[in-house]
């Protein structure tokens, strides 16, 4: 990765859209949660909870990890939820340190519904979304086929020498 890579405009292009794909699909996520009283980064954690990889646990480190979000922000998140009956924070029997966060009835009813909504989104989005990635997964066909006059040089960070 450390070397220089051409770049061409099909790949800006393809990569915009790509983004632009995932936006479309997360700001109708987000509005779907404020619409369901949620903040989004509530029901994000509430999904995060909900789907947790198989033998993964619902602790605040994992949970954090799955959300990209600082462990202190991921504490202030699930109090929040607790304190408006979302979640509940449950000792390991045989561990005490050990503290996992459980959904209460009152969420998953709510994550039950979002979910059925995203999913019927999906259905929208997600032929788009596909396509999108496609596209942006294809660079070496689409490549052979772009004129070079249209190429340019990007230089990495670490091609560039910086830290």
Not at 87 to 109: G, M, S
């Amino acid at each position: 990765m450390g070397e220089d890579k051409d770049l061409l405009t099909g790949d800006f292009r393809a990569l915009a859209e790509f983004r632009y794909q995932i936006r479309k699909f997360l700001r109708f996520s987000e509005d779907a949660a404020r619409a369901a009283g949620l903040e989004p980064q509530q029901h994000q954690l509430l999904l995060a909870v909900k789907g947790m990889p198989e033998g993964m646990r619902a602790r605040i480190g994992e949970i954090a990890e799955r959300l990209q979000i600082q462990h202190h922000s991921t504490v202030e998140l699930v109090d929040r939820l607790e304190q408006n009956g979302y979640v509940n924070r449950k000792r390991n029997d045989r561990d005490k340190r050990e503290v996992i966060i459980t959904l209460t009835a009152k969420a998953e009813r709510i994550l039950r519904e979002l979910t059925l909504h995203h999913h019927e989104m999906l259905q929208t989005y997600g032929t788009e979304l596909i396509a999108s990635l496609k596209k942006l997964m294809s660079t070496k066909d689409r490549a052979r086929k772009e004129k070079p006059s249209n190429s340019v040089r990007v230089r990495t960070k670490a091609a560039a020498g910086d830290d």
